[in-house]
């Protein structure tokens, strides 16, 4: 089994910062690519930011500039250290990570149960 757990979620004013963890265990042998999504109110599910297992990243042009996301192979986590947040921030944040569990397995995609960022203006 693979268990994506998010955490650092919480209520900051605007243009205040917060950096968000999320951890990859179980039965892994490779992780790929690693993102971070998110759900506004009323909202579709939004990609944030992606890296890969060599660390190219990629960002949605509402956060370029003020998030970054980054990784930690070793410890099988991504970060998402957000800064210069604004109300329009406020969602559920989810981390997703694009795994093999066994060298001989296909490319599976794996999702956390969200943390919630809330923005006050």
């Known amino acids: 089994q693979v268990q994506l757990v998010e955490s650092g979620g919480a209520l900051v004013q605007a243009g205040g910062s917060l950096r968000l963890s999320c951890a990859a265990s179980?039965?892994?042998?490779?992780?790929?690519?690693m993102a971070w999504y998110r759900q506004g109110p009323g909202k579709q599910r939004e990609l944030v930011a992606t890296?890969?297992?060599?660390?190219?990243?990629n960002y949605a042009g509402s956060v370029k500039g003020r998030f970054t996301i980054s990784r930690d192979n070793g410890k099988r986590m991504v970060y998402l250290q957000m800064n210069s947040l604004k109300p329009e921030d406020t969602a559920v944040y989810y981390c997703?990570?694009?795994?093999?569990?066994?060298?001989?397995?296909?490319?599976?995609?794996?999702w956390g149960q969200g943390t919630q960022v809330t923005v006050s203006s």
């Open positions: 997703k990570a694009d795994l093999r569990q066994y060298s001989t397995s296909r490319l599976v995609s794996y």
């Open positions: 179980g039965t892994i042998f490779s992780i790929s690519t």
């Open positions: 890296i890969t297992s060599g660390g190219y990243t």
